[in-house]
């Protein structure tokens, strides 16, 4: 089952608004990864927080974490028509057989921001 | 911009044939990975290498295979084209000794089987 659950699967604001997309987990993270996708093209990461940390700012993006309830959230505030995109969340977690781990996406959060 | 290339952006393609989707980047990255994605869809790992000589196979099986005969070059091979393989295929590329950095994508292709 998808490691990563973004909540929700879209949003439409206008400018000038604060967009939240949520993200849900199942098992025990390393960090947790937010990544933007413009229509048709490859993802662009956007911030990393580690599993010991709880906020982590980044110009108009803020990003929690609570390991408790196994959960993320990203905050856009005062959001642009440019931030229109779809976001994703990738969870760093797992273990290969070689003792690597690799990034679990989500479905991620189509946003649209309206001029 | 990441310094991570993919070509062709788009192919169409028949049933049947042989293709090779490119992958190359220019920042000496060790670890390179190739994603699949449908439209509105997550991503889905199909392949990963950590280093030259090295693959591993991801989570959703794929009938694709992959090289890795040179550190910043990654190509991902379908013998045989099939409609169920048209999707969206990105690569991507980190750098470190474990998955806790980020990943530069390249901008995808797109690949139609008719």
């Known amino acids: 089952s998808q490691q990563g659950e973004e909540d929700p699967q879209a949003l439409s604001i206008q400018e000038g608004e604060n967009a939240t997309m949520n993200c849900s987990y199942k098992?025990?993270?390393?960090?947790l990864q937010w990544y933007r996708q413009n229509s048709g093209r490859g993802l662009v990461h956007l911030i990393l927080?580690?599993?010991?940390?709880r906020e982590k700012h980044s110009g108009r993006l803020r990003v929690t974490l609570d390991t408790s309830k196994k959960s993320s959230s990203l905050l856009i505030t005062a959001s642009r028509a440019a931030d229109t995109a779809s976001y994703f969340c990738?969870?760093?977690?797992?273990?290969?057989?070689?003792?690597?781990?690799?990034?679990?996406f989500g479905k991620g959060t189509m946003l649209l921001v309206s001029p | 911009e990441a310094d991570i290339y993919q070509t062709p952006r788009y192919l169409v393609i028949g049933t049947g044939k042989k293709i090779t989707l490119e992958c190359s980047q220019t920042?000496?990255?060790?670890?390179m990975y190739w994603y699949q994605q449908d439209p509105g869809m997550e991503l889905h790992l199909i392949h990963y290498?950590?280093?030259?000589?090295?693959?591993e196979k991801g989570d959703l099986s794929s009938e694709s295979t992959v090289s890795r005969i040179r550190t910043e070059h990654f190509p991902l091979t379908l013998e045989s084209a099939r409609p169920s393989h048209t999707s969206q295929y990105l690569c991507?590329?980190?750098?470190?000794?474990?998955?806790?950095?980020?990943?530069?994508f390249g901008p995808g292709t797109r690949l139609t089987v008719t």
């Open positions: 991507a590329s980190s750098v470190g000794p474990k998955s806790h950095y980020e990943q530069y």
């Open positions: 098992t025990s993270i390393n960090n």
């Open positions: 927080i580690r599993s010991n940390e």
């Open positions: 990738a969870t760093d977690s797992r273990e290969t057989m070689s003792g690597y781990s690799t990034l679990t």
């Open positions: 920042m000496g990255h060790d670890k």
């Open positions: 290498s950590y280093g030259v000589n090295s693959t």
